[in-house]
């Protein structure tokens, strides 16, 4: 079974630029998810998506960062334009149930490589 | 969710199990235990979660104590490719909320 896809990997823009992250989830995937990872921090949720609907962006910085996923199968997120803080892994990740996660093994996220940002 | 706290980190030796602790102490009754670990320029990977009950699988085995406040993973041969960052996660019908972490070394 193939995994999460991230495209790209790495990515170094300078300040008040724009960039753009992609996510393929796994296959059949209800659920999407955009985490951003700081240096020394565990990841954090940015948005989740249940199929081409956003459930929760309650902690994404809707000023500059956007995020669609327009037919429920792969995703972009936007930043536009960039900040020094901005500087982090963007990870995605998917589920295979949409609605609440609970304990279920089909609960369980996948998470992809990640797009490591510099902004300068 | 309730809140987890977590060592810092932790230092194991190649081949000996190791035991990574977890204080959940406000952990409510329908919240489970989630352990994730993240290797080094890689995303988060799932390994274990459980309830109640004590629950094994082929990666590791996760030990949860009666009244259910605190949580040990465990490794039971480390190797080297198991030095990663551990989160346990507490959980209920939401999402992941990562902490910190245990740094885990795995020395020869």
């Known amino acids: 079974e193939a995994g999460v896809a991230q495209s790209p990997r790495y990515k170094i823009i300078e300040k008040r630029q724009s960039v753009a992250f992609w996510c393929n989830p796994i296959?059949?995937?209800?659920?999407l998810y955009w985490y951003q990872q700081i240096l020394g921090q565990g990841p954090k949720l940015l948005i989740q998506f249940q199929n081409n609907g956003v459930v929760d962006d309650s902690q994404l910085p809707k000023d500059r960062f956007s995020a669609e996923r327009l037919k429920g199968v792969d995703s972009t997120l936007k930043i536009q334009p960039a900040k020094l803080e901005d500087s982090a892994v963007y990870l995605c990740a998917s589920r295979e149930r949409g609605g609440l996660a609970g304990g279920m093994s089909t609960d369980t996220q996948y998470f992809g490589p990640g797009t490591r940002l510099t902004v300068l | 969710d309730a809140k987890t706290t977590q060592p810092t980190s932790m230092d194991c030796a190649e081949g000996r199990a190791a035991n990574l602790p977890c204080n959940h102490s406000?952990?409510?009754?329908?919240?489970?235990v989630y352990w994730y670990r993240q290797i080094h320029s890689q995303g988060p990977q799932y390994i274990i979660h459980g309830l109640k009950n004590n629950e094994t699988n082929e990666m590791a085995s996760l030990i949860i104590t009666e009244d259910r406040k605190s949580s040990t993973l465990i490794l039971p041969h480390a190797t080297l490719r198991d030095t990663a960052v551990y989160y346990c996660?507490?959980?209920?019908?939401?999402?992941?909320?990562f902490g910190a972490g245990t740094q885990v070394v795995v020395t020869p």
């Open positions: 296959s059949g995937h209800a659920t």
């Open positions: 996660i507490v959980r209920g019908w939401g999402k992941l909320q």
């Open positions: 406000t952990i409510s009754g329908n919240e489970y």
